[in-house]
């Protein structure tokens, strides 16, 4: 799946913020390839079925059926944004 | 999206594009003096001489002129608080990067109000200039400024008051006040558009050009004219702004905006007392004095940026998180360096907006299920 991250302007700088525009929606099973870079919560109750992806070197967040990700990333983890990009690149 | 940021603008001019046509003809008509803007301004704000009411790009932009502007009013220190804006924390810096004027900071109270007796002490260690804000952009605490100002020219120091936040909000009476400078912003609580600030200038504050061009009048001058506006407005204005700003006072005056604000108020404190029992949010300093309508907030479960994108793009509740520009502030209030969601409100809100976001922050706290 083709996607386009965008360093988006935080205001504390303690991390960074990329936006991922993604080719297409977001689904469960992408959620679920997802899931083995950290733990993963969903909010089925929230108005949208929001997610979220945590481990010690950053926060994924998306909402299903949206191609956007919000992943913040701590200490700039080069490897941890590879890994993900990775897996991004591999979803047909 | 329920709009909650309006201390960082409005979420809408009152002017309507339908009527930017005709204020660029009515603009363009005049030889760009608008004096009749500056007359409506000096009324609006009990400003005794609209001639020494000055236009700029904005806040920030006027603030950084008076600053500069102000070598020779800086004595050997220049007093200010830890509630300020980087508009006028940054430009301080630099001033007194050297030490020749240096900086004082004011203690404040546990709630974020000036500490008057500590400024009563500091303001006679050799201050020549003060600036403040009149309300915080965080808290929305509104400073005791007329003590301030008093205690400033008993000892002969000049005074910058930020109204940035207040402008559109409440009535402020500039003469009654007496500070030296007002600064204000356009596009906030008065509903009109960016790219816009305004000052008014007392007798005997006569601030240095620190940025010189043409000025559509005394073109002949090697140097920036002395007299006012002039001397403190060269290049193209932002007229079309001027012109909205002109109609847009109007508009407040006709809507009643203080009765508007008083209203907001009210149904903010309502909103405020029931979040306040929230159990898995933090209300981050809300002042108990007057304040504007603003709260910060933390959660146990998110991370300040998380509840910020949570409400933003789950509950299309547009606050803003993280520092807002006051670093100072948020270290007083503890959120340092994460900073806080800080929601808000204005005068176009009603009853339904508070219900929605204070029914959304009681779904998050701990109406949901998460797998």
Not at chain 1, 12 to 27: D, N, P, R, S
Request: net charge negative.
């Amino acid at each position: 799946m083709r996607f386009e991250p965008l360093l988006k302007e935080d205001c504390v700088g303690e991390y960074q913020v990329f936006v991922y525009t993604l080719e297409k929606a977001i689904t469960q099973a992408m959620v679920e390839r997802l899931s083995g870079l950290g733990t993963l919560q969903v909010f089925h109750d929230f108005p949208k079925p929001y997610f979220r992806l945590q481990s010690n070197h950053m926060l994924l967040k998306g909402v299903i059926q949206t191609p956007r990700l919000d992943v913040t990333f701590y200490d700039a983890a080069l490897e941890e944004k590879s890994k993900l990009e990775n897996i991004l690149a591999q979803i047909p | 999206m329920l709009y909650c940021n309006w201390a960082a603008t409005t979420p809408f001019p009152l002017v309507s594009g339908g009527s930017l046509g005709a204020i660029h003809v009515r603009t363009g008509d005049e030889n760009q003096s608008f004096t009749g803007t500056r007359e409506k301004i000096a009324r609006f704000f009990h400003f005794h001489d609209p001639r020494r009411v000055i236009f700029g790009f904005g806040v920030t932009d006027l603030l950084n002129k008076l600053l500069w502007g102000s070598r020779k009013y800086f004595g050997a220190c220049i007093l200010t608080t830890p509630l300020e804006h980087n508009s006028v924390l940054r430009p301080l810096y630099y001033i007194t990067k050297k030490g020749k004027p240096r900086r004082e900071l004011v203690r404040l109270t546990p709630e974020g109000k000036i500490d008057l007796q500590d400024f009563s002490q500091k303001i006679r260690q050799d201050v020549g200039l003060v600036v403040v804000n009149h309300a915080s952009n965080v808290t929305g605490i509104l400073q005791p400024v007329e003590q301030v100002v008093q205690l400033a020219h008993e000892v002969g120091a000049k005074v910058i008051l930020d109204c940035a936040q207040t402008a559109g909000r409440m009535d402020i009476a500039c003469d009654s006040i007496g500070a030296d400078a007002f600064v204000f912003s356009s596009h906030k609580a008065l509903m009109g558009f960016s790219g816009l600030g305004f000052a008014c200038l007392a007798e005997g504050f006569e601030p240095d050009p620190v940025f010189s061009g043409g000025t559509g009048a005394y073109s002949a001058k090697k140097e920036q004219p002395e007299q006012l506006p002039f001397r403190l407005e060269s290049g193209t204005p932002n007229y079309l702004a001027i012109g909205a700003l002109d109609e847009t006072l109007d508009r407040m005056q006709q809507m009643d905006y203080l009765a508007r604000n008083q209203r907001c108020n009210h149904l903010f404190t309502n909103f405020s007392t029931q979040v306040r029992s929230l159990s898995r949010f933090e209300v981050v300093g809300l002042p108990t004095s007057e304040h504007l309508p603003y709260l910060n907030l933390r959660s146990r479960d998110f991370s300040v940026e998380e509840l910020g994108f949570v409400l933003s793009n789950i509950f299309e509740i547009q606050g803003r998180h993280g520092l807002h520009c006051a670093p100072l502030m948020h270290q007083h209030l503890g959120s340092w360096p994460l900073g806080t969601v800080r929601l808000s409100f204005g005068i176009t809100q009603d009853e339904g907006d508070f219900e929605d976001v204070l029914s959304a922050l009681q779904k998050m706290d701990g109406g949901y299920h998460a797998f």
